[in-house]
Each structure stands twice: as C-alpha cells, then as structure tokens.
C-alpha cells in the first residue's frame, strides 16, 4: 500500500493551470526526486502534499489522512509529514534547541522537559548537540537547515518533504546537508524532495520524476531516468544529446 | 533683571507633586501595559484576523488617530456619563490612554507583523501550528522586535500626552504643577521644576522601555 497517494491532482493560480493532473504513489521508505525546470509544478506539488497550497481537484491521502482544507484534516496532515525549506526558516528569536521544542510543546502538548529531551537528541542526530543554545544567526546556512531537518524530525512524522533544501546554500555546505538527508534515507524514512542535485538523485533516490509543463513527464528508477532519457524535454534539461 | 528666583516652596508643596508623579507614573503604567495589549489584539485582527472584525477595529483606529486626545478624554469623562457611564477622573484618564495607545500601537505593531517573512508563516503550518499558533508563538516577538523604537517613542509620547489629564481634574504631575503655582505665584520656578521632573521621568521610562526590549528579544552570545 502507498503511504502517499496523489491521484490526478489539479491546481490552478487564477488562469494559470500549474498542475495539470497529477498522479504518483510513493510507498513507505521510498526516496523520491522531483526534478524539472522552474515553473514546472515541482514546488507547487510539494506544496499541496503539505497542504499549504489548496487543490483544485483530485486527492492527496498520506497514510489514511484525507488532504481536506479545514484546520482538523489540516493539522492531521502535517503531523504526518513534515516539510523543509529552501530558506530554512528557523524562529528567529529561539535558539536551536527552541526551534525544536516548540512544535512539541504547542501542538503535542509535550512537557518541557520531554521536548527538550527530544531536541537533544533530534540535535545530535544532525549533528549540532553543541548548537542547542545558540541562535540561527550564529549559524552557518548548512548548520541552520540541519536545525530546520531536526525540527521536523521532532514531530515524528513518517515523510519528510524537502524543497529544495540546498538551493541557497553556498556550495561547500551542501554536502553537510546531504549527508544527514542520505542518512535519513539509510533509516527507512519517506521522502519526497525536489532537487537540483541530480548526483544525490541518482546515488540515493529510489524514483526519479520529472515533471515538465504541470504534468508528470517521465518517472522511473534513476538509473533508466538519467541513463536512458526517453523524450526530448528530459534529454535537454538534464544537458544529453 | 530684579527677579529673585524663591525655591522655598518646595519643601512645603513635596507632598503635592510627590502625588503628582506618582499619579502620572500610574497612568503610564498602566496606559502602556493595557494600550500595548490592545494594540497587539487589533493588529493580530487587522494584520490576520477575521475578516469581519476588520472594519470595526479600523473604524476605531482612525477614530482614535484623526481626533484630539483632549477631546477623547473630554468625551470619556464629560459626554459618556449621559449615557450612564460614570467614572472617576482617574478611571477617565486611565480609559483614554489605553484607547489612545492601543489606536496608535495597532498601526505600529502591525508594521512589524505584515514585515514577517512568508515562510515563518509556512514554518509554522507545516509544524502542524494552528494561524493563530504560529502568531502568538513564532511571529509576533519578531514583530515586536522590529518595532520596539517605534513602540517606545509612541508610549513616551503618551506620557507626555498625559499632562492634558489634568484638564479634567486628574491629579496628575501637572495638576498638581498648576495646584502649587496658583498658590505661591512662582509660575517659573514651579514650572521649571516640572518640566525637569517629566524630563527625568520620560528618560527613565526610555531606559526602562530599552531594558524591557534587552530582556524580551534574543541576543547573541558574542558579539
């Protein structure tokens, strides 16, 4: 059974109809890569799986939970997958370790001494236990979003989407990120990232999809994506003749 | 000039501006306490509340911004017991200030809401927070942040603002200025020794806005 189903999913900005019908399963611990030009849907998609965006028709059911836009099927649905940003945003006015805790503690109703328990080792598991106290300005970028991963990581949810986490970071810290998104794949968790690392895509995702113009265009094992591009719009994004 | 400056009244008339500035620092207190908490809600409604609150919240802050704070007060003390709304003038004075602040604080702290990055809204939804949530818990000490010069001129305003007060008979430091002068005859010197006593207390409250500030907001540790 697929832990997220997308089934023929419409989203439209006033005239503009950016998604146009979109249907992928991803079954649980699967490590799924969006890749596609800009304004091809990808971050829209994502978006819709969270509910931040509304759709216009289709459905999106993760683990049972039905995407519905009222505050209950809302809630319901975040807490099953969590969500990390190009721009990180962390709280700035809490430390790390508040980040981490805060979700916990509002939304979980979980004592604070349970919640920073959790930020502790949700810290070290990206490996900044020594950053609890400090604030996201006296972060580097790739420390800051390890923080934004183990805030997420903190509401256990069973995915975790990524838009495209390392996009405004300076090229030496990429890796750093990736290595805790790699290690999370290792462990089993869910995960759904638009990338433009096609190298990550390739070694660490278990599906490739490329979307092009609002539509799925292609999809398939990494190896057949990259190695064996089958339409011209793949072949010329991903730079093959 | 044979004018002989006579500070002698000042020993005798203590008790009377003591009151005087205890009053006033009263009715800061608790006008920039009440007034900030009733700017926060009407932003949060106007910034990102229900849509049918809105207009009631503007209609009260351009009321507020576009009428004379003497008026206001006249109006609380003078025209709202036709109505059956009696209170003391203290409880008047108190009343205006909140309303006054909480008008112009509205405007101010919604500047430092509506400034809030897109994506510390979609932080907080996406961590399952309800709107109301992620306003109360991610966004609004940023806000704050943003604002708190503005915020403390405006409530350092209103303590000035606060000597109308006396108009209605509150006794406040001004009050009690006019009190002391209507008896010795020395307007100078009583005068000037007011204006030295706000002077002092609305650098005192500047400092205790900017410690307030030091505490609440984050800092790093370096640096």
């Known amino acids: ?241 | 000039m044979t004018y002989h400056f006579d500070f002698g009244w000042l020993i005798e008339s203590l008790p009377v501006l003591l009151k005087g500035i205890r009053i006033t620092v009263q009715l800061i207190l608790i006008g920039a306490v009440f007034g900030v908490a009733l700017g926060i809600a009407c932003a949060w409604v106007r910034a990102l509340g229900p849509k049918w609150l809105k207009p009631v919240v503007a209609t009260y802050v351009e009321l507020i911004r576009n009428t004379p704070f003497l008026i206001q007060l006249f109006f609380i003390f003078f025209g709202l017991p036709s109505l059956g709304i009696r209170m003391s003038e203290l409880s008047a004075a108190n009343l205006a200030m909140i309303v006054n602040l909480g008008a112009y604080s509205c405007e101010i702290i919604r500047a430092g809401i509506q400034a809030t990055p897109r994506g510390q809204f979609e932080a907080g939804a996406s961590l399952a927070m309800t709107p109301f949530q992620t306003f109360w818990h991610v966004v609004l000490v940023p806000a704050l942040q943003r604002i708190w010069p503005a915020l403390s001129s405006q409530i350092v305003i209103v303590m000035l603002g606060s000597a109308v007060v006396s108009q209605i008979a509150a006794e406040d430091l001004t009050f009690a200025a006019n009190f002391i002068q209507s008896r010795n005859f020395r307007a100078f010197e009583t005068y000037i020794v007011s204006t030295l006593i706000y002077l002092a207390l609305a650098i005192l409250l500047r400092q205790l806005l900017a410690g307030l500030g030091w505490m609440l907001f984050p800092r790093k540790a370096s640096r």
Do not use: W, Y
């Not at chain 1, 799924?32 to 216009?56: F, M, P, Q």
């Not at chain 1, 598991?125 to 800051?144: I, M, T």
């Not at chain 1, 509401?155 to 090229?171: G, K």
């Not at chain 1, 433009?196 to 190896?223: K, L, T, W």
């Open chain 1, 1 to 241: 059974m697929s832990l997220i189903a997308i089934t023929e999913v419409k989203k439209r900005f006033g005239d503009n109809e950016v998604l146009k019908g979109i249907s992928i399963d991803v079954a649980p611990g699967e490590v799924v890569a969006i890749i596609g030009k800009s304004g091809s849907g990808k971050s829209t998609l994502l978006r819709c799986i969270n509910g931040l965006e509304t759709i216009d028709e289709g459905s999106i059911v993760v683990a049972g939970a039905q995407f519905l836009p009222d505050e209950v099927h809302l809630k319901a649905l975040r807490l099953k997958v969590g969500m990390i940003f190009q721009q990180f945003n962390l709280f700035p006015h809490l430390t790390a370790g508040g980040n981490v805790m805060l979700s916990q503690m509002v939304v979980k109703k979980t004592p604070k001494r349970d919640a920073e328990a959790v930020a502790r080792k949700m810290l070290d598991r990206v490996g900044l236990a020594h950053k609890f106290d400090a604030l996201p300005d006296e972060l580097s970028g790739g420390q800051q979003q390890r923080v934004a991963i183990a805030r997420a990581l903190a509401m256990q949810p069973i995915a975790l989407l990524c838009d495209e986490i390392t996009s405004a970071l300076d090229p030496e810290l990429v890796a750093e990120v990736l290595a805790v998104v790699k290690e999370l794949a290792a462990e089993g968790m869910t995960l759904v990232m638009v990338t433009h690392e096609m190298r990550f895509a390739r070694d660490v995702c278990s599906r490739v999809v490329f979307m092009h113009q609002g539509r799925v265009h292609e999809i398939g094992a990494p190896e057949d994506v990259f190695a064996n591009p089958r339409t011209p719009e793949l072949r010329q994004f991903l730079g093959v003749q």
